[in-house]
């Protein structure tokens, strides 16, 4: 069984949301008159490449893969909205940009694709996606070219539902998040699971991952990015405030840690079975 990596008292911190680290970001970041004038009270239209569902009581707690949401909430509290609308990014997010049923989106860009507009300005957040897996330490499996024909567990959403199986040849399991892909792993359903590096980079710290701490090393980048129209210059100005003031304060990789450790947290609650094997 895992063992928590966490002692009774630090069980309601793991269990809370990212919304610790947004009111960390507040006193530096509050908005301005100017900011409320401007969004005048109306939630900011956010794109993002995966909507959370909302929540419904009796839920599971779970915790999404990419900090997304996080990032969201941050940035309607730097322009003085109400709140955020998150709706799905497609491939015509420019466009939709462009015509301003959104006012922002957040999207994952590889470092070798241009495709965005010229009048959309990318802002790197300083997330970075790189696919990583990780096994049982005793596995046969050395390379990703070996993952053809064996089972791995991703979250339905992150970025690579869909990529592993036809880069690789795997058999995809999809899961409805990161804590049901590990707990898939850990009681053996899967061969491997294949997440973030920035979740497992944290997540491999901790001392019960040790038994799964064989892996593949990440390929390919993708950075997160506010994508904004040039000529949005408070929507604009806000999400690179944001940026930086989550950069010299920090707060990207406290909040990627807490998570790793939310993360962690379900597994443990959810695994009533011994790791297999």
């Known amino acids: 069984m895992i063992k928590p990596v966490i002692n009774l008292k630090q069980a309601r911190g793991a269990l809370l949301t ?56 941050a940035l309607a509290v730097m322009l003085g909205a109400s709140g955020e609308t998150a709706l799905p990014a497609d491939a015509q997010i420019g466009e939709r940009l462009r015509r301003g049923e959104a006012d922002v989106a957040l999207l994952s860009l590889a ?96 001392p019960e991952w040790k038994k799964f701490s064989a892996s593949l090393p990440p390929t390919a980048n993708m950075d997160l990015v506010f994508a904004v129209r040039r000529d949005n210059t408070v929507v604009r100005e806000a999400a690179q405030k944001l940026v930086r003031t989550w950069r010299s304060e920090g707060y990207l990789n406290k909040l990627l840690e807490q998570r790793a450790n939310d993360i962690a947290f379900e597994v443990y609650l959810d695994q009533a079975v011994p790791d297999c094997h």
């Open 111 to 206: 470092d070798d694709v241009a495709t965005l507009p010229d009048d959309i300005v990318a802002l790197p957040t300083g997330y970075r996606s790189r696919p990583m897996a990780i096994m049982r330490s005793d596995t046969d499996i050395k390379s990703w070219k070996q993952l053809r024909g064996r089972t791995v567990c991703v979250a339905k959403g992150g970025l690579y539902a869909g990529k592993v199986a036809a880069q690789y040849g795997a058999i995809e399991q999809v899961y409805r998040a990161p804590a049901d892909s590990l707990l898939a792993l850990r009681t053996g359903k899967c061969d491997a699971a294949v997440h973030d590096e920035a979740l497992f980079r944290n997540l491999l710290k901790l």
């Open 18 to 73: 990212v919304a610790g680290f947004i009111a960390c970001v507040a006193p530096a970041s509050a908005a301005s008159p100017e900011n409320s004038e401007v969004t005048g009270g109306k939630p900011v239209v956010i794109a993002m490449h995966y909507v959370i569902p909302e929540f419904i009581g009796g839920q599971k707690v779970r915790t999404p893969e990419a900090p997304d949401a996080a990032m969201a909430q």
